[in-house]
């Protein structure tokens, strides 16, 4: 079928604005790759920038790393019996624990880091620690989680499966984590890649929550933009994207993944 003006237009506008959207993204690589970003390529390329962020900025990287993996960890702990339990209980405790868990969604976060700070901040040894950012990440992360499980859990007829593995004997605990756990590892997945991406990009609230000392990548990448060089703010840009790219390409394989039918 012939291809109309309407066909094309659409093409030229979507290209227009995937432009405008990745060539700010693309610059700011070549600027952190060059010698001379004001001179450009012409400069020569060089990984020093990437080097030098790497030492002044190292200690942040791995503090970021260790948050989102602890975030995870403790989402996952938490987030899957709390999604079962929304997904097998229909009661007014239940309905009302879903909405607070949408609360840290709608709410922004230098708000939740300002109520954070007012009740746990004359703790001096919890505020000066990482642990009070863990706190922030998981408040703030904790929802993407129970409603990736929870969406997966309401899409099967789960109780059936219960049911049938309770009628030859087993107990709770293996029905959790021989029939629902299993069942709902797409969601599950699909929540850890969630958390550690938006933990490992959280700023708002972690610029609010944070120390010298508890310093993280997004807060640096912030901190080198306003006190270093462009060259040298760009590769800190560069190493972000390297951490965050992976997952998010993983998070959209997973979701455009076929699903198996029985």
């Given at each position: 079928m012939?291809?109309g ?8 506008f ?8 990745i060539?700010?993204i693309?610059m700011?690589?070549?600027a ?5 970003y ?6 020569g390329?060089?990984l020093r920038?990437v080097?030098q962020?790497?030492?002044?900025y ?17 989402n ?13 209980t229909r ?18 976060g230098m ?15 919890f ?15 904790l ?10 859990l ?6 059936v ?10 107990s ?15 969601g599950?997945v699909?929540g ?11 700023f708002n ?11 993280t ?19 800190y840009?560069l ?5 965050i ?6 998070a ?11």
């Amino acid at each position: 079928m012939k291809k109309g003006m309407s066909f094309y237009f659409q093409l030229a506008f979507t290209l227009l604005v995937c432009a405008f959207l990745i060539v700010p993204i693309f610059m700011s690589i070549t600027a952190g790759l060059t010698n001379n970003y004001f001179v450009g390529v012409k400069s020569g390329l060089t990984l020093r920038w990437v080097y030098q962020v790497w030492g002044l900025y190292s200690d942040t990287i791995w503090l970021t790393i260790n948050i989102a993996l602890v975030t995870t960890l403790v989402n996952l702990c938490v987030g899957v019996p709390c999604a079962y339990y929304l997904a097998r209980t229909r009661s007014k405790l239940s309905a009302f624990l879903d909405e607070c868990l949408t609360l840290p969604i709608a709410i922004p976060g230098m708000a939740i880091a300002l109520g954070l700070i007012s009740v746990y901040g004359g703790i001096s040894e919890f505020r000066m620690s990482w642990l009070f950012i863990l706190v922030g990440h998981v408040i703030f992360t904790l929802p993407f989680m129970v409603k990736s499980v929870l969406a997966v859990l309401q899409s099967i007829n789960f109780r059936v499966l219960e049911e049938g593995a309770a009628s030859l004997g087993a107990s709770f605990w293996q029905r959790f984590f021989h029939i629902i756990v299993p069942n709902c590892k797409t969601g599950i997945v699909s929540g850890v890649l969630m958390t550690l991406t938006l933990s490992a990009g959280e700023f708002n609230l972690t610029w609010m929550l944070h120390t010298p000392l508890t310093k993280t990548l997004p807060v640096g990448l912030a901190d080198s933009y306003a006190s270093m060089r462009l060259e040298v703010s760009s590769a800190y840009t560069l190493i972000f994207l390297g951490m965050i790219l992976p997952l998010l390409m993983a998070a959209q394989w997973l979701n455009r993944k076929p699903k198996r039918t029985a």
